[in-house]
């Protein structure tokens, strides 16, 4: 056997499953067509935002690398939804294109028991229904215990401006066209998916005098809970925020049918984001919009190219001059690289367990946008679970599932392989039930502990994290212990800062309840100092504690139904009374518990209730 896992593909899942699997002492292979392109951001130039901010710190919490490397290579960061509550508070970076994928390939060539091979995957070797390595487009193989695909938008991908169509990838690399056929071969159900990306302009050629600044954090923040690499606040670059107008909307509505997903091709299959539609989808879907926001981002300190946020076309370079040139401040833009529409294949996650192994074929896992995702983020963290259950498979351990209400991830892979895709699934706050349990400061405190458990954590890692808990703990306590009486001036105090005084006693805890009345006010009556990330989880704790409490108890109600569990050889054919499409569903699936039933798209209430009489006449399970 030549490696214990192999990873074809050195995109963001890549580079994480990859990470996990050599930090965990397995030999490793990575496979990229491309060394250059590893780690690489071929869209915006940002990680984190809103929901997908949660999962790079919860990434950092588990043990993986997207966060520290985003905060060595941000030159800006700014808290999402800072003034509105802790739920939705998100981080997001401008990440410099030029250091992020240098960065990741400094730490991927310093990490022992990973070795990096530059070479395209057509093929698997496969007996048995288990894979046994893979095959390269030159007929070399190698073997392995364990196959990860983390392949991106690269299976017979197409990019499409207007009517012309390229059989490339993004930066115009070499695609893989015979990979998905050979999973096909295999049994797996590929879908056709679309993405894109907009324009890149010459800093110089705008006028920012006629833009929107939009500065970073006015304070140091990290998406590490650890490895904080410092910076000068004052140095972060600004982006700046410009709108279309009534002319642009015109230039794109007498120019519609020549996008290519307008009638520029006939051929295209693929479906495009639902969240992160071209400008020409906006302006037909939202017809109603007078104006649609855009941010210009830097991409990096070593260039000029400018990000044009929110206006991916797929329309003929001509029209997008003209569509450019109608902004405010881009009368005379000049484009360095023109947007672009890209077509490719994936496979339909449902084909997946909940680890992320594929239920066809024994010990291939798959992680990123081959699973039907969109985003940065929302690969890193499958390529992370990919490797830390791959690894755990190789040490005959049971894999890590995270629920719905432990994390952003959980959401994430449920949704996926209970309900499948119909186009690039982005992850969002609404998708989560339980958003005020997952939060982008505590997922450290939600996470931290499996990170460890996997071996992904380290000694000095975790102890930092438990001495964190007991200051948490500590000074809750000292509030809830600490008590004041309406005298010796207190009520005179709570008055001139607006709070109702005091008729008897009450403890600090519950005065810092009140709405009106924050730590500083407190630490008018004792000595508090810790850092602002410890203040911050007693503060939230505390103002939010009947909230987290109420979901908690829904969570529960959730994880009950986790625990009935659906036996592998159950014959849904069996199942009376139960609806066709629910019968379809259940068999493709294959749900583990009746709480997953519950969740797959088409499988209602009525369908549980029968299935779950089934289970108990049948299985004798209550």
Known sequence: ?????????????????????????????????NIKNIGDMPCNPSIGGSAKGIVVREIDALGGEMGINADKSQIQIKVLNDAKGPAIRA??????????????????????????KEAMVENLIVNDNKVEGVVLENNEEIRSKIVILTTGTYLKSSIMVGSTRKSEGPHGERRSNHLSDNLKKLGFKIIRLKTGTPQRIAKESID????????????????SFDNHVPYKIDEQIPCHLIY????????????????????????????????CPSIEDKIVR????????????????????????????????????????SLVGLENAKILKYAYAIEYDAIY?????????????????????????????????????????????????????????????????????????????????????YRLLLRNDNADLRLREY?????????????????????IKTIENKL????????????????????????????????????????????????????????????????YEGYIKKEEKEAEKMLKLESKGIPNDIDYNKVKNIASEARQKLNEVRPTTIGQASRISGVNPADISVLSIYLKKEYNND
Do not use: W
């Not at 030549?2 to 990470?19: N, T, W």
């Not at 279309?244 to 051929?267: F, P, Q, V």
């Open 1 to 33: 056997m030549d490696y214990e896992v192999i990873v074809v593909g050195g995109g963001h899942a890549g580079c994480e499953a990859a990470l996990s699997c050599a930090r965990k002492g397995h030999k490793t292979l990575l496979v990229t067509a």
């Open 91 to 116: 981080l997001r970076a401008q990440a410099d294109k030029v250091d992020y994928p240098a960065n990741m390939l400094k730490t991927l060539k310093s990490t022992e028991n990973l070795n990096i």
């Open 208 to 223: 920012f005098s006629k833009t929107k600044i939009e500065l970073g954090s006015p304070k140091n923040i990290y998406f």
């Open 244 to 275: 279309t107008n009534a002319k642009t909307h015109e230039i794109i509505k007498e120019n519609l049918n020549k996008a290519s997903m307008y009638g520029g091709l006939d051929d295209i299959e693929g479906v495009g984001p639902r969240y």
């Open 286 to 325: 939202f017809s109603d919009k007078e104006r649609h926001q855009l941010f210009l981002e830097p991409e990096s300190k070593y260039n000029n190219s400018i990000y044009l946020q929110g206006f991916s076309t797929s329309m003929p370079n001509d029209v997008q001059d003209k569509m450019v040139h």
């Open 349 to 433: 996650p449902t084909q997946l367990n909940k680890s992320l192994e594929t239920k066809l074929i024994e010990n291939l896992y798959t992680a990123g946008q081959i699973n039907g995702t969109s985003g940065y983020e929302e690969a890193a963290c499958q390529g992370l679970i990919a490797g830390i259950n791959a690894s755990l498979k190789l040490e005959g351990k049971e894999p890590l599932i995270l629920k719905r209400n432990e994390a952003y991830i959980g959401v994430l892979i449920d949704d996926l392989i209970n309900k499948g895709v119909r186009d690039p699934y982005r992850l969002l706050t609404s998708r989560a039930e």
């Open 451 to 471: 990170g460890y458990q996997v071996g992904l954590i380290d000694e000095k890692r975790y102890q930092n994290f438990l001495n964190k808990k007991e200051k």
């Open 480 to 543: 809830k212990t600490t008590r004041i009486s309406p005298i010796n001036g207190v009520n005179e105090y709570l008055e001139s800062i607006g709070s109702t005084p005091l008729r008897d006693g009450i403890s600090l805890y519950d005065l810092l309840k009140r709405s009106e009345i924050n730590i500083e006010h407190i630490k008018h009556f004792i000595e508090i100092n810790e850092d602002d990330e410890i203040i911050e989880q007693v503060v939230i704790n505390n103002k």
